[in-house]
Nanobody, 126 residues
Framework: QVQLVESGGGLVQAGGSLRLSCAAS????????MGWFRQAPGKEREFVAG????????YYKESVKGRFTISRENAKNTVSLRMNSLKPEDTAVYYC???????????????????WGQGTQVTVSS
């Protein structure tokens, strides 16, 4: 069982920045494609960003392109999400997720991911 633990959430003013991190217990971390999702109050969970196993390719929800950056350090078993120019609509619980088997066909689909973290709250005040 892979354990994923997110950290770095908090309260920030609009226009500010946060860096989320996700630490994985799995020593073969490089075997996992990783994603970040978020769920705002009263809304469904949605894809935010994804990164391939080797870190060469990244994918983003349209509304965060140019503001968020996903990265990974396989040697440290971590994936991060740098969030700049935060907006109140970015307020949500953010989750990291790991996809173990094969190439990810649809980064937006939750069933592509096998393991999930508990989430970390991000609140952006206006």
């Amino acid at each position: 069982q892979v354990q994923l633990v997110e950290s770095g959430g908090g309260l920030v003013q609009a226009g500010g920045s946060l860096r989320l991190s996700c630490a994985a217990s799995e020593r073969t971390f490089s075997n996992f494609a990783m994603g970040w999702f978020r769920q705002a109050p009263g809304k469904e969970r949605e894809f935010v960003a994804g990164i391939t196993r080797d870190g060469r390719y990244t994918y983003y929800k349209e509304s965060v392109k140019g503001r968020f950056t996903i990265s990974r350090e396989n040697a440290k078993n971590t994936v991060s999400l740098r969030m700049n120019s935060l907006k109140p609509e970015d307020t949500a619980v953010y989750y990291c997720a790991a996809s173990r088997w094969g190439p990810v066909r649809d980064w937006y689909a939750e069933d592509e991911y096998d393991y999930w973290g508990q989430g970390t709250q991000v609140t952006v005040s206006s």
